[in-house]
């Protein structure tokens, strides 16, 4: 057998990788963060608290539900798609409530699941004191079959003509080309739970809810200043919540939940 007295024993080489391994990366939990795909953090901004989760749907989908396919029955809450995932095999590893719904506990606007559009895109101008949806302009949060994500204007998706594989249109849209909706007001007074969405990047998607109640411009402002969105979408407030694995819930506490039109996801992919 040959052997040289120049090679390191084996554990002093393992221990030399993984030195180099924790210097790249900065330190374990350094190393951790960087191999996680769905990635949940508290934010302390302008004083208030914020839970924001960002999803690489380059490595774990993220995808839109609004009924059991067996049933036919609404979901209704993140519990019942993470038993209803258990179910079948996947374990559940974010989920967030999407966009606006009518008295019947419908999408109010554009619903699109796995390709099928459930609910057509609504362009109606509806008076803006009846509801968030109608505070121009609204908009929808979309991944479309490439596997790019987006916020867009609803005129402006419409005006895309493109196919999506799923979306949620909801609104009023919290900030547009880089700039806050005009008709937000700094010191407002309207404090609610709210929750957000926007395409960092095509393939980073960052959801915020806040774990308090907030205004619509200091909450458009997160996303602006503290997270980098150049567009980005409210989904809903007073009811909102966002689910992390090994996190649980955060947003608004659960005695004012109600039941949900639809509902981001991340599954975990299947192991082989």
Known sequence: MHTSSNRRPFHRRVAGQLLALLVLCGSV???????QAVDGSERVFEGQN??????????????????????????????TLRQWGMSHGRRMLFAANAGIYDRQFAPLG??????????????AHGNPSSGNFSL??????AIYPDGHAAVRTSADFKADNKPVRWASQSGPMLVIDGKINYQFIDDSASLKWRSGVCAKTPHDVVFAVSEAPVNFHTFARLFKDELG????????????????????YAGAPT??????????????QPTL
Not at 136 to 141: E, H
């Open 50 to 79: 914020f839970r924001v989760v960002s999803i690489d749907i380059k490595r774990e989908s993220l995808s839109l539900h609004w009924k059991d396919p067996d049933s036919g029955e609404p979901y209704a809450n993140i519990n």
């Open 110 to 123: 554009l619903f699109v699941e796995n390709g099928k559009t459930l609910v057509p895109l609504n362009l």
């Open 136 to 141: 121009l302009p609204n908009g929808v949060f």
């Open 255 to 268: 005695f004012m939940v109600k039941p949900y039109a639809g509902i981001f996801a991340v599954f975990a």
């Open 229 to 248: 969105c150049r567009d980005a979408l409210y989904l809903d407030g007073t009811i909102s919540q966002v689910y992390v694995e090994g996190e649980g």
């Open 29 to 35: 939990a350094g190393c951790a963060r960087q191999t």
